[in-house]
């Protein structure tokens, strides 16, 4: 008997349920195949010498109310003042953005003094809202056919909360969540490379460029969720929620691959792993991937056909690589000489360069001229490389998981000369000082993290994959039509990103239902 409590996958949404289920009392074993803990969010060497801190390496999104409820500052977690973005531009020295409307004004003013004043009143918008978006994120989805009064409550006050905002502020939002995010932010900005600039991390991992419809709201709520940013990046995270799930007692094993979720007289009975070991427990909490968990990990026939036609409708196409990059020396900006940035936009300027990167896609095809959000981890944590050496870390829009001739050595080699010749624009140089470099492509997220299609937030971020569409109708809670078995990763609200709340909320929804004996 493996205890009362199975969780799969050791990534941060598999360490937080595990978490929550040992400090209420219950014996919880967390199984991962991996040979280490985190997932996308583990530290990774690149080369000796040089580390970088994860696939996913913002550390914006930590909800303050989940790390206060699993405790994780007690186990080492802190926070630092988030690091102004540079949008780079070529010839130019760009525009360092910080996210306070004082912060950013002189940097916006040398451009356009209107706006500058358009992007303060923008932030004291989003100040209005982000409140309530944030305890819809830090919050189960309601159940939309209620079965008490506390369902009725809950599935009322989001709206009553939407109403608290005054009637402008709900007018503007009812008016501008359909909307493309170019169109949004047209509409406030005049500055080409602000526009695209600001528009860039919500599409990120998505299926979807600046034209398409409702990608403001992925935009609202990337902006309205980001928050106090994460000491040491995603592997401090991490490390605060393993010693936090061990200190309640939790087992973790790696190096332990679950081939099937067992099932005995209609229920979880417990799981078998590659090496024919089997374990016992009457609940599963799955962090894996949902469309693989619900098609591969289930057998077939296991669960009502209708849940399975929603998995199979699940999108989860890969669009994003990933490029780490050890330099024998600092990454330095022609544009900001003699300065260290540790978080750099690189586009085309234009929010049509941005579109014509997705379109790319479209026709199984990398952009020739990729969008890339960089960071250079080096320069907050200067140990995770040689004195005077760098790291740096490139999340590559767009990059489709079914490559039109495959991800070939040659098609790799493409698109990691059309990555460093981008940055060498901006980086003069640059191309010579590479130490080492690491091309994740989307099939290569795919076998490592387990991730269907590669994709980074394992079921693509769109509106009817949102809330209580994720990852399905009939999942959208945590619990599946298969009694026992529990969805908790990152395809569960409140989505993907550096933020264990779904594995969380997942804990919760089992604890909230009586223990079987």
């Not at 186990?75 to 003042?81: K, V």
């Not at 047209?186 to 990120?204: C, D, K, M, Q, V």
């Not at 935009?219 to 401090?236: D, K, M, N, Q, S």
Request: hydrophobic share 45%; with cysteine; proline share 8%.
């Amino acid at each position: 008997m493996a205890g009362d409590a199975i969780v799969l996958g050791a990534g941060q949404n598999g360490l937080a349920a595990a978490a929550r289920l040992a400090a209420a009392g219950r014996r919880v074993v967390v199984l991962e195949r991996r040979d280490g803990v985190g997932g996308l969010c583990a530290a990774r060497e690149l080369h000796p010498g040089y580390r970088v801190p994860g696939v996913l390496h913002d550390g914006g999104l930590v909800d303050p109310e989940v790390t206060a409820r699993l405790g994780l500052e007690r186990h080492g977690l802190a926070f630092r003042a988030e690091p102004p973005v540079l949008l780079a531009e070529e010839g130019g020295p760009g525009l360092l953005l910080a996210r306070a409307p004082a912060a950013a004004a002189s940097e916006l003013a040398r451009r356009s003094a209107a706006d500058a004043a358009a992007y303060a009143e923008l932030r004291a918008w989003l100040a209005r809202l982000a409140p309530i978006v944030r305890r819809l994120l830090a919050e189960p989805p309601p159940r939309l056919a209620p079965e008490s009064l506390g369902d009725f409550w809950r599935l009322a006050r989001p709206a009553l909360a939407l109403r608290r905002m005054g009637r402008a502020d709900l007018t503007e939002l009812l008016r501008v969540a359909p909307m493309c995010v170019a169109d949004f932010l047209n509409e406030r900005f005049a500055t080409p490379l602000l526009i695209e600039g600001l528009a860039a991390p919500a599409l990120a991992g998505t299926w979807s460029g600046p034209w398409s419809a409702g990608t403001t709201t992925l935009w609202l709520l990337e902006e309205c969720a980001a928050g106090r940013f994460v000491a040491g990046g995603p592997p401090a995270l991490v490390d605060a929620l393993e010693r936090a799930a061990r200190a309640a007692g939790a087992e973790i094993r790696t190096g332990a691959e679950v081939t099937r979720v067992r099932v005995e007289r209609g229920r979880v009975a417990g799981v078998t792993l590659a090496s024919g070991e089997t374990l016992d427990a009457p609940l599963v909490v799955a962090t894996t991937d949902p469309k693989r968990t619900l098609l591969e990990l289930v057998s077939p026939g296991m669960l009502p056909l209708e849940t399975e036609e929603e998995a199979r409708r699940i999108r989860s196409r890969g669009t994003a690589a990933k490029l780490h990059l050890a330099l024998d020396g600092p990454l330095e900006l022609a544009g900001r000489p003699g300065e260290r940035l540790e978080a750099i936009r690189i586009g085309g300027g234009h929010i049509d360069d941005l579109e014509r990167a997705f379109d790319a896609i479209k026709y199984r095809a990398c952009s020739p001229a990729p969008h890339l959000e960089v960071r250079v981890p080096t320069v907050a944590d200067p140990s995770l490389a040689p004195a005077g050496h760098e790291v740096v870390s490139i999340l590559v829009s767009f990059a489709p998981h079914q490559l039109d001739g495959g991800w070939t050595t040659a098609a790799r080699a493409r698109l990691l000369d059309s990555v460093l010749t981008r940055l060498e624009r901006h980086a003069p140089g640059v191309r010579g000082r590479v130490v080492a470099s690491e091309l994740l492509a989307p099939p290569d997220l795919e076998a490592s993290f387990g991730a269907t299609g590669g994709q980074l937030h394992q079921v693509e971020p769109a509106l009817d994959q949102l809330f209580v569409l994720r990852p399905s109708p009939s999942a959208a809670r945590y619990a599946t039509a298969l009694g026992g078995l529990y969805l908790g990763g990152a395809g569960c609200h409140p989505g993907g990103g550096v933020r264990p709340t779904a594995g969380l909320l997942a804990a919760d929804a089992v604890l909230a239902r009586p223990q079987r004996s």
